[in-house]
């Protein structure tokens, strides 16, 4: 048995087709059945086939989970009713009195939840800039037990230094937990860098399709995997089993889709940024982006999503009233392409002084590019911003 060769992980694209899928042993069904149920029948008193009632097990979403996992090199996956209950499950494992310390510039619903419901159980949020250590550390306190981070931030498309921010929970006895839902573990998997816990929203590029809503956490450490089981069992935020079964054809394809978004998110925002009509683009894969440098250290594409500063609320609402292709809507991640204003859109929760502070003013338009055919999405943006 000694000179066995190590088996080779297999790469991201084949991990994204079977990781956590094997054919069904009764039929050989080579996808993964929607086992639709709420119950199991127990051949005896007192003895299971490992699956009980539907809320704690159940098999479809194993399959998704064993996929997500292995996407983000981790060894736990967990999914979620959604992103924000996939969120809310890591803060119910803390306790009243427990501090959380989390970049400022989340996605609206993370920092409505941290402000408006859970700190109302007595969980101290600080809100910081985690693109600066120094801010993050200053931060910390022994009651610290969390630090949340989101790279690229929504919409501003902020970066946070990953191997630094876990060296940073970890000096302080906390867990570092990072949101990559916009960039997904295609382009950057955050327990690579010393990150405890990833989160997604599903929702977006993972299931691709603009059909689902759902959330995943993703650990390492086995202990905390049982915790945070025990919560989701406890609290009941499941994805139902269709839903499990779509984001699982989503994720088979991830790599192929994240190639295309990246090349046209690209294409997009180096048109944008030599456009006239844009004052400012927001994209990290642009050299002109504050930390360029940083993205090509973590991240190994950039996404679909590009921000796009127009300097007033009027042209961003003739801009997106315009785009024809481009769909205006919330959300982002889909195989089409969809444009939006965060300040009225899905930031219009976060209080507006604090929204110009961290430069999502009425004119920042956020784009979320598809896999269309590039000539035709650029096409669309040259009609739209003609004459703005
Ligand atoms: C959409 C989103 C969420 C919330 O996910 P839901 O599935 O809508 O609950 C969290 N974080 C980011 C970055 C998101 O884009």
Redesign the pocket.
Known sequence: MTDEPTPRTPAFGTRAVHAGQAPDPTTGAIMPPIYQTSTYVQPELGRHLGYEYARVQNPTREALEGNLAALEGGRHGLAFA??????EAVIKNLSAGDHVVSEEN??G??NRMFNKVLSRLGIEFTFVDTRDPGEVRAAMRETTRLLHV?TPT?PMMRLSDLGAMAGIAHEAGALLMV?N??STPYNQRPLEHGADIV?H????YLNGHSDV???ALVVNDDDLAEELHFVRKSTGAVPGPMDAWLVLRGTKTLHLRMKAHNENGLAVARYLAEHPAAQAVHYPGLPSHPQHELALRQMSGFTGMVSVELGSGERAKRFVDRTRLFALAE???GVESIIGVPALM?HASVAPDRRAFMGVTDGLVRLSVGIEEIGDLLDDLEQALRGL
Do not use: M, P, Q, R
């Open positions: 959604s992103g924000l209950s996939a969120i989340t996605y619903g993370t989101e929504n949101d839902t916009f989160v929203s599903t929702t977006k809503i759902g959330g959300s982002l991640g899905t």
